[in-house]
């Protein structure tokens, strides 16, 4: 896989590849209170990857916690991903949750795969072939974690990187989370942000549903993470912050790292300082 992001095209062209894993990873918004998830079709052959349930950490205080590398090879396994599978990741939101099975299967070793562009709506828009949704019986994949610790941070580097002039923590949260002008949707939880971050809402980095041009998405990461520094993403509870990995990486800004406890562990914790 040459990019991190395929159209739409090019997966209807190589949907018949005998190595090609498609895999659906719509999930509901955080901030949205319907619990449904409002579709009945999926990509020819799309595996859903459950991220709330089988790919978190079920016993972690805070919500989609990272798998160890251990889990995360059994429940790959499991859906039948080979180490050599060519993986096409999207949700039914466009790029919402997606990019943060990019990001993870990433961080296990596994470069060889990519975000749909506009996900399962820009399939429809393009009137592909698509199929009633199923669940995924086969074969166990022979799948090897090699997990690279660097791909995501604890709280304490976060605080470490306050006074680090190389990092900046860059948050993807909207503009009124981030400034605590509205609550945070998570009961009980502080609001504002971590001191010396800088707010970039995911959506900025989108249009129409699509991730936008990387010479836009360049111009973006550019003025807010220096030429040789390195980036720590954060969110609300670390799923859009892969948008951000996912537009940097595409803006050939590479060694980044997300911050798996994001806001909800950040806010959490009262010795932690905030702003506002």
Partial sequence: MEKPLVSADWLHQNIDNSKLVVLDATMRKVTSKSEEISESKQIKNARFINIKNSFSDASAL??????????????????????????VVYDNLGVYSSPRVWWMFKAMGHQNIAVLDGGFPEWKKAKYPTEGKKEFVSEKGNFIANYNPNCFCDYKTVLNSIFDKKIIVLDARSQERFSGTIEEPRKGLRSGHIPSSINLPYAELQFNGKMKS?????????????????????????????ILALGAEISGYENNSVYDGSWTEWGSLTELPIEK
């Fill in 62 to 87: 805070f919500p989609n916690t990272m798998l160890s590398a251990e889990k995360f090879q059994e429940q790959a396994q499991e859906l039948g991903i080979n180490n050599d599978s060519l993986i």
């Fill in 214 to 242: 990387s010479e836009e998405l360049k111009k973006i990461m550019s003025s807010r993470i220096k030429k040789n520094g390195n980036a720590i993403f954060s969110c609300g509870s670390g799923i859009t912050a892969c």
